[in-house]
């Protein structure tokens, strides 16, 4: 039987003024792949990121 884990939300605010928000929750694996595929963002009153994950671990950021 295969054991389903999920994220666990430990600590909301660990910087002052950022936020983050995901779509999903993202599962990486030891081979470099990643499953649940999410976008995050990161934000402040400086600007905002989008981090999106694909599938083969590739990992992109675009400023936004």
């Given at each position: ?22 779509n ?41």
């Open positions: 039987m295969k054991e389903e884990k999920t994220w666990r939300t430990v600590q909301t605010e660990f910087l002052e003024g950022v936020r983050i928000e995901a999903n929750s993202p599962i990486f694996h030891p081979t470099g792949t990643v499953t649940g595929l999410a976008t995050i963002l990161v934000s402040n009153s400086r600007g905002a990121y989008r981090i999106t994950l694909a599938i083969s671990g590739r990992i992109k950021v675009v400023k936004i």
